[in-house]
T-cell receptor, first 113, second 118 residues
Framework: KQEVTQIPAALSVPEGENLVLNCSFT??????LQWFRQDPGKGLTSLLL?????REQTSGRLNASLDKSSGRSTLYIAASQPGDSATYLC????????????FGAGTILRVKS | GAVVSQHPSRVICKSGTSVKIECRSL??????MFWYRQFPKQSLMLMAT?????????EQGVEKDKFLINHASLTLSTLTVTSAHPEDSSFYIC??????????????FGSGTRLTVV
């Protein structure tokens, strides 16, 4: 059974810091991994999708890496801003169960101005 | 990019009435859509998988007759909360995956519906 864990559960940093969010998964037979952010009372916004054949993906100040063999992914946020404050979730689809997503519990990020 | 529209964003209804929530994929076709429920400060809980043209697949513990799902077209799935009670009050979110490019583009989520049953 696939399980996804995110560390840390919460993070509070001053504006401008570079930070790393961690995601680990127990079954390395994934075909992709997706990072989302969720603002309070809102739906999920897709940040990055990284395929199993890729080692990293970048979008602006965000960089996601994937080490499939070790069951880990990291989301790197450069020069954090107060607007980055949100809950960050990683998720992997399970092909044999209709591609439904398994989520981590999330990292609550607060960037202080 | 892929967009999923979810309506309404907020709804307040009386106990015993039914509420319908719509989830539309605007620029892609989705043979599969997913319905989630989220309680305050908790993670998403998958309720059911909506399959176009066939019956939905419900997760364990989710009442099929309580949460009716219809996926009549490749761009629309609806969730109807029947005979709503205060304990059904929650945040409901749908997601969809492109039928053709799904593995390439991943999942897109709606903006969610805040249901309050009074």
């Amino acid at each position: 059974k696939q399980e996804v864990t995110q560390i840390p559960a919460a993070l509070s940093v001053p504006e401008g810091e570079n930070l790393v969010l961690n995601c680990s998964f127990t079954d390395s037979a994934i075909y992709n991994l997706q990072w989302f952010r969720q603002d309070p009372g809102k739906g999920l916004t897709s940040l990055l999708l990284i395929q199993s054949s890729q080692r990293e993906q970048t979008s602006g100040r965000l960089n996601a890496s994937l080490d499939k063999s070790s069951g880990r992914s990291t989301l790197y946020i450069a020069a954090s801003q107060p607007g980055d404050s949100a809950t960050y979730l990683c998720a992997v689809p399970i092909r044999e169960y209709g591609n439904k997503l398994v989520f981590g519990a999330g990292t609550i990020l607060r960037v202080k101005s | 990019g892929a967009v999923v529209s979810q309506h309404p964003s907020r709804v307040i209804c009386k106990s015993g009435t039914s509420v319908k929530i719509e989830c539309r994929s605007l620029d892609f076709q989705a043979t599969t859509m997913f319905w989630y429920r989220q309680f305050p400060k908790q993670s998403l809980m998958l309720m059911a998988t909506s399959n176009e043209g066939s019956k939905a697949t419900y997760e364990q513990g989710v009442e099929k007759d309580k949460f009716l799902i219809n996926h009549a077209s490749l761009t629309l799935s609806t969730l109807t909360v029947t005979s709503a009670h205060p304990e059904d009050s929650s945040f409901y979110i749908c997601s969809a995956r492109d039928a053709v490019q799904g593995s390439r583009y991943g999942y897109t989520f709606g903006s969610g519906t805040r249901l309050t049953v009074v």
